[in-house]
């Protein structure tokens, strides 16, 4: 629904999941999500993803 809007096109999302499995991270790309992070992560982990999606937006 996110992506089907105008100004959500070109959002970028990180999904926080506790799903790890290789099927379920699958599927949970075919949701359209930017990047994703496993349940339990730190601070430092999630600051990762967000700061990549930043640089990679800069682009």
Known sequence: K???SPRGKD???IMLTA???KE???EIAKLGVT???VKPFTK???VDKIS???EISKL
Do not use: D, F, G, P
């Open 24 to 26: 379920n991270i699958v």
């Open 11 to 13: 959002m970028k999302v």
């Open 52 to 54: 990549s999606l930043v």
């Open 19 to 21: 799903e790890s499995a």
């Open 2 to 4: 996110l992506r089907s």
């Open 44 to 46: 430092e982990q999630l």
């Open 35 to 37: 990047n994703y992070i």
